[in-house]
């Protein structure tokens, strides 16, 4: 079972940046597509950015211009950057693996991992 570990939140004020990693213990194969989700409180857990494996993003548009998503070579290690960070950015940020592929007897398999999520607060 492979678990994510996020780390880099904290406090920052209104226009400084983070760094979030998201580190997967274990071998992932077979990867969809990795990225970041956030929920602030009293609201539903929302997309930030995300990568497939082909390197294609997405951000939600709030974000846009000021994060960006990157990964490591071996798809263990995904990164948040954040600049120009705003009091609404406020939130736990948790990271997600998601992947599918065939077992060596043909079965189909799927995994949908999360980490345990990581406090941002940003001050005005």
């Known amino acids: 079972q492979v678990q994510l570990v996020e780390s880099g939140g904290g406090l920052v004020q209104a226009g400084g940046s983070l760094r979030l990693s998201c580190v997967a213990s274990g071998s992932i194969f077979s990867i969809n597509d990795a990225g970041w989700y956030r929920q602030a409180p009293g609201k539903q857990r929302e997309l930030v950015a995300t990568?497939?494996?082909?390197?294609?993003?997405n951000f939600a548009d709030s974000v846009k211009g000021r994060f960006t998503v990157s990964r490591d070579n071996g798809w263990n290690t995904v990164f948040l950057q954040m600049n120009s960070l705003k009091s609404e950015d406020t939130a736990v940020y948790y990271c997600?693996?998601?992947?599918?592929?065939?077992?060596?007897?043909?079965?189909?398999?799927?995994?949908?991992?999360w980490g345990q999520g990581t406090q941002v607060t940003v001050s005005p």
């Open positions: 990568m497939t494996s082909g390197g294609r993003t």
């Open positions: 997600n693996f998601r992947g599918s592929g065939r077992r060596y007897d043909g079965r189909r398999y799927e995994y949908d991992y």
